[in-house]
C-alpha cells in the first residue's frame, strides 16, 4: 500500500488541533438562545434577537404610557395576548380596584411574557399579577410542557423580584377556530394547574369549562366573527368568573397535589387611581394579533 508523505510537525499539530475542535464542538454545542431569552427549541441568539425585537413597539407604547402618567405601586396588573389586551372594560368591569393595569399586547406568547417580564410586571411591583397566554405557543407548535416551562420561568422571575405578589394564571380558552388544539390545551391546563396548586399566594382560574357548552365544544356566543377573539359576552363571562379572585390578599398555603393546606387573607383597598388607557394608534401589533 502506497504511504503518504511524511507530515512536517506544523501541520501535524495543526490536524490534531482541528480534531480535538471538532470534538469539543460535538460534545459541548453552543448555547442555545442569548441572555434573557425564554427557553424554546434549537433557537439562536440572533433568531431570538430577531424574533422578540417585532414586540419592541407595543414596549415603546408602555414606556409612553408610564411617562405619561406611571401608575402607581400595589396595583393589579393583567398581561398577556390579545384577549387581555382587547379587554378595554377591564378599569370598569374591576372598579373597585385602585390601580388596576393592562398589559395585554395582541399575537404575543408565554415565552414572550416571560422575556419580557421585567418590562411587564417587574417595574410596577404589583400586589397581584393575572397571566393568559399559552395558547399562541400552542399554534406556533410549541407543547404544552414548554408553555409550563415558559410559565415556571415567569413566576422564578416574579417571586426573585417581588416574593409577595400574588401570581393568578388565567387557563387556556377553547376558542372554535382551534377547536383541533383543544386536546392539547387540556394537556397544557393540567399541567399548570398542578403548578400552580403547588405555589403558595397563587391561584389557578378554570375559564376552559365555562366556555363549553353541554356537548363539550367551545359556546360560539362567547366569540366574535373570527371565532377566536371574544365577544362581549366572553368578556361578561370572563369577569364573572375572575372577579372571585380579584383582590385577594397574600395566601401563606393552599390544598394542591404538593401541599396541604394554604388560608386566604383579604387585602384591603386605598383610594382609586385613574389609568390611562394606551392610545389604539400607539399600541402597534403583529398584523396576526391574537
Known sequence: MKRFPRLSRLARRLALSGVLVSSTAAVHPAPVGGA???????????????????????????????????????????VGSSTIRFWTQLPQDFRDVPVLINRGFGGSTMADCQYFVKQLVLQYRPRQVFVYAGDNDLAEGRSPQQVLESFEGFVAAVRAELPDTRIAYISIKPSPLRAELMPR??????????????????????????????????????????????????????????????GRGQATLQAGPYEAVKKATQATAAPPVAIPAIPEAAAVQVSTGR
Do not use: C
Not at 419592541?56 to 409612553?64: H, N, T
Not at 394537556?187 to 396548586?197: F, W
Not at 359576552?233 to 379572585?245: C, F, K, N, Q, T
Open 185 to 246: 390545551a387540556r394537556e397544557a391546563n393540567a399541567l399548570l394547574a398542578a403548578y400552580v396548586r403547588s405555589l403558595p399566594n397563587s391561584d389557578y382560574i378554570d375559564i376552559f369549562t365555562p366556555m363549553l357548552d353541554l356537548q363539550g365544544a367551545p359556546r360560539a356566543e362567547l366569540f366574535g366573527p373570527d371565532r377566536l377573539h371574544m365577544s362581549d359576552a366572553g368578556y361578561r363571562l370572563w369577569r364573572s368568573v375572575i372577579a372571585d379572585y380579584v
Open 36 to 78: 434573557g431569552s425564554a427557553p424554546g427549541p434549537k433557537t439562536t441568539q440572533s433568531s431570538s434577537a430577531s424574533h422578540y425585537a417585532r414586540w419592541q413597539a407595543s414596549m415603546d407604547a408602555f414606556a409612553a404610557a408610564d411617562k405619561a402618567q406611571a401608575p402607581a405601586e400595589d396595583g393589579v396588573l393583567f
